[in-house]
Antibody, heavy 118, light 113 residues
Framework: QVQLVQSGAEVKMPAASVRVSCKAS????????LHWVRQAPGQGLEWMGW????????SYAQKFQGRVTMTRDTSISTAYMELSRLRSDDTAVYYC???????????WGQGTLVTVSS | DIVMTQSPDYLAVSLGERATINCKSS????????????LAWYQQKPGQPPKLLIY???TRESGVPDRFSGSGSGTDFTLTISSLQAEDVAVYYC?????????FGQGTKLEIK
């Protein structure tokens, strides 16, 4: 069965960077794009971007351009999302999500809480 | 960016009754080239990631109970739960995947009356 397992919660200082991992299993990792979506506490869902695990190609939401980097390691079927220059309003649960082709999300990771606080 | 607006923000429905949630996009999410509507619905329970319910506006995801249905086209869409069950208490989101950035509605919180 498809599973996306994310790394654990993080607490970061403002201006620091955070890297969240997403390990995929139960399907061919390189066959489907992975997206990242975040959710601030008590708020809605915000799309951040995607990575093509096959080529490593990426596309980021303009809001995050210059601060986000998505990468992958095909040898361990894992995608990564790094967000730099963290601010307090980056405090959120970050999800990775798989798409089946079109960009709706059929499987989600369990989420990783990133807290930015001094 | 395409803005997705859901109504209502909050909905209370009695068990066994119908629940209807609306979603309106600021521009069409259906290209004339294929007549598909690039609209999905998700259910999110506290402490859990969203769960896909409906895609292409009206196609039910495998394993989703048939009391959930989606309809609409162009800019106006509806999620209907035909007979509300206790386990349907959740926040529901619509999402357009027609153009980047892929945007979500603000969510509708559904509770039991």
């Amino acid at each position: 069965q498809v599973q996306l397992v994310q790394s654990g919660a993080e607490v970061k200082m403002p201006a620091a960077s955070v890297r969240v991992s997403c390990k995929a299993s139960g399907y061919t990792f390189t066959a489907y794009y992975l997206h990242w979506v975040r959710q601030a506490p008590g708020q809605g869902l915000e799309w951040m971007g995607w990575i093509n695990p096959s080529s490593g190609g990426t596309s980021y939401a303009q809001k995050f351009q210059g601060r986000v980097t998505m990468t992958r390691d095909t040898s361990i079927s894992t995608a990564y999302m790094e967000l730099s220059r963290l601010r307090s309003d980056d405090t959120a649960v970050y999800y990775c999500a798989k798409v089946p082709g079109a960009y709706y999300f059929d499987y989600w990771g369990q989420g990783t809480l990133v807290t930015v606080s001094s | 960016d395409i803005v997705m607006t859901q109504s209502p923000d909050y909905l209370a429905v009695s068990l066994g009754e119908r629940a209807t949630i609306n979603c309106k996009s600021s521009q069409s999410v259906s290209p004339s080239s294929n007549n598909k509507n690039y609209l999905a619905w998700y259910q999110q329970k506290p402490g859990q990631p969203p769960k896909l319910l409906i895609y292409w506006a009206s196609t039910r995801e495998s394993g989703v109970p048939d009391r959930f249905s989606g309809s609409g086209s162009g800019t106006d869409f509806t999620l209907t739960i035909s007979s509300l069950q206790a386990e349907d208490v959740a926040v529901y989101y619509c999402q357009q995947y027609y153009s980047t950035p892929y945007t979500f509605g603000q969510g509708t919180k559904l509770e039991i009356k």
